[in-house]
């Protein structure tokens, strides 16, 4: 069973920065694609960038030269640097394993960009 732990969230003011962090139990995390989804109040949740296990990236084109996913399978974790951040980048961010057909979940973690 994989366990999706994620943390990093908080309130920031626009143009700041966070970075999120998603920890997996198990041991398939490195063969694993993982991505971070996010669900704004009263929207559906999208997907915000993935991160392949050979490390190729993809991005939505909203946060493209802004947000950066990276994974260190040494320690299990896929990370979410989020820089200039604008208020419509507020939702709850969860993330997201992939592997052998299967999806899991992490419970998400909240951000807020407002003055």
């Known amino acids: 069973q994989v366990q999706l732990v994620e943390s990093g969230g908080g309130l920031v003011q626009p143009g700041g920065s966070l970075r999120l962090s998603c920890a997996a139990s198990g041991s398939i995390f490195s063969i694993a694609t993982m991505a971070w989804y996010r669900q704004a109040p009263g929207k559906q949740r999208d997907l915000v960038a993935l991160?392949?296990?050979?490390?190729?990236?993809n991005y939505v084109d909203s946060v493209k030269g802004r947000f950066t996913i990276s994974r260190d399978n040494a320690k299990n974790t896929v990370y979410l640097q989020m820089n200039s951040l604008k208020p419509e980048d507020t939702a709850v961010y969860s993330c997201n394993l992939r592997a052998f057909g299967n999806m899991y979940w992490g419970q998400g973690t909240r951000v807020t960009v407002s003055s």
């Open positions: 991160i392949t296990s050979g490390d190729t990236t």
